[in-house]
């Protein structure tokens, strides 16, 4: 079960330092050994078969309990079944699963199902799994174009081999520099004339 809270922490980890500017992203991935990475992955792959058991157990236990109230409140006085009592009960639990659905939906960015991926394919290795042709493209153009990113990829070789989350730090580190040059010639652009 520890395993389980050392993974929603990992998690709560990556949703926070994914709120951090570009630059303490790369310094954490830079950072990052191969053998910190394959523990973490091991972690996570422990924590999300106990999260996805225990989810199914709460969401059984949770419906079910909401069915028990709404049939044995209907039926409080009168255990004379009928269709409409009987679709009436199958109406409201419905609804309330809805209702319990859209509650894991929200909870879902923060440590649910797609957070587990999330987390998963930022430690894997590039593969073609997890890397388009385009993004694998697109990273080493802008590490041939822009210097620090270069270096970024250097120093993060030197320990360890490029991950997804690599690939993705070289990205956006390569739009921000582009995005500060257009800006720069929009905003010269004007004053040239």
Known sequence: MSDLFKGLNLLIADNELHRKPLEQQAAYWLSKTDRGIEH???????????????????????????????????????????????????????AMLFVLWLIAQVFDQKAG???????????????????????????????????????????????????????RIMREMGRQRRHAEIARELTQLGTIS
């Open 40 to 94: 973490e992955i091991h972690l996570l792959d422990v924590a999300k078969g106990q999260w996805l058991a225990g989810s199914v157990m709460v969401w059984l236990g949770a419906s079910l309990t909401a069915l028990a109230i709404i049939a044995d409140n209907l039926w409080e006085h009168s255990y004379n079944p009928s269709f409409a009592k009987i679709v009436l009960v199958l109406l409201i639990w419905v």
């Open 113 to 167: 199902f797609s957070r587990w991926v999330t987390a998963f394919s930022s430690r894997e290795p590039v593969t073609a799994e997890n890397d388009s042709v385009e993004q694998i493209q697109e990273a080493l153009d802008l590490a041939r174009t822009y210097p620090e990113i270069l270096e970024y990829k250097q120093r993060v070789v030197a320990r360890r081999p490029l991950r997804h989350e690599d690939i």
